[in-house]
C-alpha cells in the first residue's frame, strides 16, 4: 500500500490567498485525520471524519478552517483567507473503524503564509 | 481537559544502552495510548498502541506499558542504536486524541 497521500508537501502562500490542501487515506480505512503541528503548540487535532462524517471538529481553530471529505478515497483542508499565523505542518491520517485504532500518518504538507 | 506530558524533554546516550521514556495523561477515561515516533522533517511512525484493557505491547527492541490509574506509560527501548535517534510523542485517545510534546532522543555511536 501507498500509505497515506498528502498533497502538496510544501506550499508558500501570501498572506489573504486561499490554500487548499488534500489527502487521500488509506484504501479500507474509514476514519480521517487532520492534524497541524508546530513549535510552540506541538500536535493538535484540528478534525477527524468517520466514513465520510465530520464526527469532531472542535480543533478547528475559526471559520477560516474548513474541510471535508466527499468520499472515502479523498479529504481537502481549506484555509481561507490564510494569515502567517497558519504557517505549520499540516499532518493527515488515517485509520480503520474509528478513532480507537492505530493511526497512520501521511508526510505532511509544509504550509508557509508570508 | 486532557494535558499528556513526557519527560524527559532530550535525552542523549551511548549507543547499546536501554532507556525509558515516560508519558504522562491527566484524564485516565482513555480508550488507547499511542506511541510514534517523528524523524526530522518527516510524519509520524506508528510503533505501539496499548488498549485501555491491556498492561504493555511489545514489538522487537520496543516495550510500552501502561498504568491508567497513575495516568503513566513508559516506552522502553532496549540496546539503543544511532538509528533510534528521532522524536518519541505519546498520544492518549479519549474524548479526544491529545499528543505530548515529545522526547528527542540522540543515539550517539
Known amino acids: 500500500d501507498a500509505g497515506v497521500i498528502q498533497s502538496p508537501r510544501h506550499e508558500v502562500t501570501e498572506m489573504g490567498q486561499e490554500v487548499t490542501l488534500r489527502c487521500k487515506p488509506i484504501s479500507g480505512h474509514n476514519s480521517l485525520f487532520w492534524y497541524r503541528q508546530t513549535m510552540m503548540r506541538g500536535l493538535e487535532l484540528l478534525i477527524y471524519f468517520n466514513n465520510n462524517v465530520p464526527i469532531d471538529d472542535s480543533g478547528m481553530p475559526e471559520d477560516r478552517f474548513s474541510a471535508k471529505m466527499p468520499n472515502a478515497s479523498f479529504s481537502t483542508l481549506k484555509i481561507q483567507p490564510s494569515e502567517p499565523r497558519d504557517s505549520a505542518v499540516y499532518f493527515c491520517?488515517?485509520?480503520?473503524?474509528?478513532?480507537?485504532?492505530?493511526?497512520?500518518f501521511g508526510p505532511g504538507t509544509r504550509l508557509t503564509v508570508t | 481537559k486532557q494535558e499528556v506530558t513526557q519527560i524527559p524533554a532530550a535525552l542523549s546516550v551511548p549507543e547499546g544502552e536501554n532507556l525509558v521514556l515516560n508519558c504522562s495523561f491527566t484524564d485516565s477515561a482513555i480508550y488507547n495510548l499511542q506511541w510514534f515516533r517523528q524523524d526530522p522533517g518527516k510524519g509520524l511512525t506508528s510503533l505501539l498502541l496499548?488498549?485501555?484493557?491491556?498492561r504493555e505491547q511489545t514489538s522487537g527492541r520496543l516495550n510500552a506499558s501502561l498504568d491508567k490509574s497513575s495516568g503513566r506509560s513508559t516506552l522502553y527501548i532496549a540496546a539503543s542504536q544511532p538509528g533510534d535517534s528521532a522524536t518519541y510523542l505519546c498520544a492518549a485517545r479519549g474524548q479526544n486524541f491529545v499528543f505530548g510534546p515529545g522526547t528527542r532522543l540522540s543515539v550517539l555511536p
Open positions: 491520517a488515517s485509520s480503520f473503524g474509528g478513532a480507537v485504532y492505530e493511526q497512520y
Open positions: 496499548i488498549q485501555s484493557s491491556q
